[in-house]
């Protein structure tokens, strides 16, 4: 049976194809078209998945849609009408897109699928969350807590899962939303909402949360994990283009320019930038001002996800958790669950947020709606397109590129550590690209994680981000625990897709400067044998050299791209930036010296 798993319209468009409840390909749409959280119609991210299971649109068994359309549509309408006149504006332009596109999805996937609208399913976007955790999870039974911005109305749901079953027994509704209190705070510090909520996350340990008891002002904790906003300082609910008001810049001061360079007393002023300007001292005061700002958002999200899942424990006594939304991706708070709320273990899937929905439609129809068992759990996160050694021999030959073919991998592996150990920056391409937002080892860009001057290059030659963003590791799973407060990690999915920050151990922090965080701490990925053999044994070589088997692992494009898909892609971005060399599956190409 072949199901078609759709989101799209609001976040991050994706698709993804299930065959017998086993995925066949998922893919989010932003690496085909090149545009950022794409969330028009996934056209190519569904030809993709067509192409990788052999099928023509018209021979799917069903699609599904990852949420219900008329039932967002009710909470505008109500909410438009709570805050009219304010929200006239918000109004008429959610209409103009309603009308056009969300309404008629059903009619839109038949005719440009060849699907009848019988074989159209829509599930609710919270299930689709529930679902594409625990459905993918690898336990029988767990609680689920799901946290985003908004979906139809709801903004965070508790739940429990057992066999193919999930019952979603109890809802937080829109405005009161985890998802949009923080992406208040994530506009105030001048990044863009819903891209730029690592930023506050990266930024936040460069500051102390000082302003929590503010922030409690605009948040009320309820005694059963539930909360409310305090709808005074918000504009999320009637307007299109801003989330707080005057009440909120009286209590937190002037937001930060959007163009402003980050900087602090403890950072210094990167190299990168050039120059110090002459009121560096101010600027930095007032960045450890907005760091401050940050650090106290974060904390208080991380309380009230600790009281959500606190609660949920107590509820349901189970040990396990599975965690989905647009929150699920905030792997500082994800840590503090697993060290600090009494559940055994935790799983997030890779793509938490809303492209993940079309995953957690495809299989809420196949095993909750159809009832069909439940057949293995999602171990890793290569689902997306790959390209054949040929594809690239092709690309490189017709566009007349310098490259070296390395048929023995073992060879290419020794030349790519001797190029680390020399402290180039190496583009590195294989296999399928991730499914998610991270980089985890087939689309990245790699470098030694000793090297305390790393961070500075990789920002210089490639990233030309704020020193506040860290770099994350990649180690051999089985070697975690020497380096990381992460006990029994090979047990931890989540830790295999970046969702958990972890303490670096003390001793090894000086070890490992460049994926060590301000506050001693990094993302981890754990890397396994099984599933990525070749990234595996890459990271193994390099550690028999360096001594440590970690390497830098940061996602392989340019500030503000999606991540490469292409070879083409990748050799753009190679050629933009100042990388050393680019590994193409097992071709080599490198710069001029
Ligand atoms: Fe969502």
């Known amino acids: 049976m072949d199901i078609l798993g759709i989101s799209c319209y609001y976040h991050d468009a994706a698709a993804v194809l299930l065959r017998d409840g086993k995925i066949v390909a998922a893919a989010e749409e932003e690496r085909f078209t090149r545009i950022k959280h794409d969330y028009e119609f996934p056209h190519n991210a569904i030809q993709f998945c067509l192409e990788a299971g052999g099928i023509q649109g018209s021979e799917l068994d069903h699609v599904v849609f990852f949420e219900k359309p008329f039932r967002k549509l009710d909470r505008i309408l109500m909410s438009v009408l709570q805050t009219y006149p304010q929200s006239w504006k918000v109004f008429r332009e959610s209409m103009i ?3 056009i596109d969300k ?6 996937i038949e005719s440009k699928l060849g699907v009848s609208k019988s074989k159209v399913l829509f599930c609710e976007h919270h299930l689709s969350h529930a679902a594409s ?3 993918c999870s690898p336990f029988d039974e767990a609680a689920i807590l799901t946290v985003d911005g908004v979906g139809e109305w709801v903004t965070g749901t508790w739940g429990v899962g057992r066999g193919n079953e999930i019952r979603l027994y109890k809802q937080m509704e829109f405005p009161h939303s985890l ?5 208040a705070f994530t506009a105030f510090l001048g990044f863009e909402v819903n891209e730029g909520e690592y930023k506050v996350m990266g930024m936040a340990p460069y500051g102390q949360p000082r302003y929590v008891d503010k922030v409690w002002k605009l948040v009320k904790a309820n005694a059963d994990g539930s909360f409310a906003l305090d709808m005074d300082y918000f504009c999320f609910h009637h307007s299109t283009d801003r989330t707080f008001n005057r009440r909120f810049v009286e209590l937190f001061g002037d937001p930060r320019p959007p163009k402003m360079q980050f900087y602090t007393e403890a950072t210094g002023f990167p190299k990168y930038f050039g120059q110090a300007p002459p009121n560096y001292s101010e600027e930095c005061r007032l960045n450890q001002h907005f760091a401050d700002v940050a650090a106290s958002i974060q904390r208080v999200t991380e309380e009230l996800l ?4 606190n609660q949920l424990h107590r509820e349901t006594g189970l040990k396990r958790l599975c965690i989905a939304g647009g929150v699920g991706l905030n792997s500082v708070a994800n840590g503090r669950i697993l060290r600090e709320a009494p559940f055994e273990e935790l ?15 495809a299989l809420w129809a196949y095993h909750t709606l159809m009832g069909k068992p439940r057949n293995g759990c999602m171990d890793h996160a290569y689902w997306g397109r790959s390209y054949s050694s040929g594809e690239v021999s092709s690309f490189l030959r017709e566009n007349s590129i310098p490259h070296q073919q390395v048929e023995n991998d073992q060879t290419l592996l020794d030349m790519v550590t001797e190029r680390l150990m020399r402290g180039k920056v ?5 296999g399928r690209f991730e499914w998610g937002p991270r980089a985890l080892g087939n689309r990245s860009i790699i470098a030694d994680p000793r090297n305390p001057e790393m961070k500075d290059i990789v920002n210089a030659k490639i990233k030309f981000r704020e020193p506040y963003r860290p770099f994350a590791p990649s180690v051999l799973a089985e070697c975690t625990e020497k380096y990381f407060e992460l006990p029994n990690a090979v047990r931890h999915y989540p830790a295999r897709y970046m969702l958990y920050v972890v303490p670096v151990k003390t001793a090894e922090q000086s070890h490992l400067p460049a994926i060590t965080h301000v506050d001693g701490t990094g993302r981890l990925q754990t890397v396994f044998r099984q599933q990525n053999p070749r990234y595996y044994n890459l990271i193994e070589r390099f550690g028999q050299a360096a001594g440590v088997p970690v390497v830098l692992n940061t996602s392989f494009n340019l500030k503000g791209e999606p991540i490469v898909n292409t070879p083409a892609n990748a050799f753009n971005t190679f050629t933009k930036s100042e990388m050393d060399c680019l590994v193409l599956e097992n071709f080599l190409v490198e710069k001029p010296a």
């Open 97 to 99: 897109t309603w009308m």
């Open 426 to 430: 190496i583009g590195w391409f294989q």
């Open 347 to 361: 799983y997030v899937q890779p793509a938490a947020g809303d492209g993940g929905g079309a995953l957690g439609a």
């Open 306 to 309: 600790l009281g959500m899942a």
């Open 179 to 183: 998802g949009l209190l923080y992406s």
């Open 103 to 108: 309404l008629w999805v059903g009619s839109t």
């Open 133 to 135: 955790a625990y459905l």
